[in-house]
């Protein structure tokens, strides 16, 4: 499974990341099936505009620039990724808001 990942704010506009999921794309079709494994942000994480978070498993986990994580995750444990999987990150209601292939 995963350890941790990394969003970043392009945007003008703080975001809150609480409800956000991060979902594994069918790799036939290239779209989110709710039934595919993912976890979901469990805790307030906001981004500030223009900046980078890293959210883990766990607590006080330190990501690949020695950053400590500043939320975490739940869910995941069948989230076996590979390169070349696609992941999409999912707002609160389900929509895509970003991509990212491994």
Do not use: W
């Amino acid at each position: 499974g995963i350890e941790y990942f990394t969003v970043e704010n392009p945007s003008r506009q703080p975001v809150n990341l609480q409800n956000f999921s991060l979902q594994v794309l069918d790799p036939e079709t290239g779209e989110v099936n709710p039934d595919s494994p993912g976890v979901t942000i469990n805790e307030a994480v906001e981004i500030r505009p223009r900046q980078s978070v890293s959210i883990g498993r766990v607590p006080d986990l330190v990501d690949a620039d020695g950053e400590r994580v500043v939320g975490t995750f739940e869910g995941g444990e069948a989230l076996q990724l590979v390169p070349g999987d696609q992941v999409a990150l999912l707002d609160s209601g389900g929509a895509v808001a970003s991509t990212y292939t491994l």
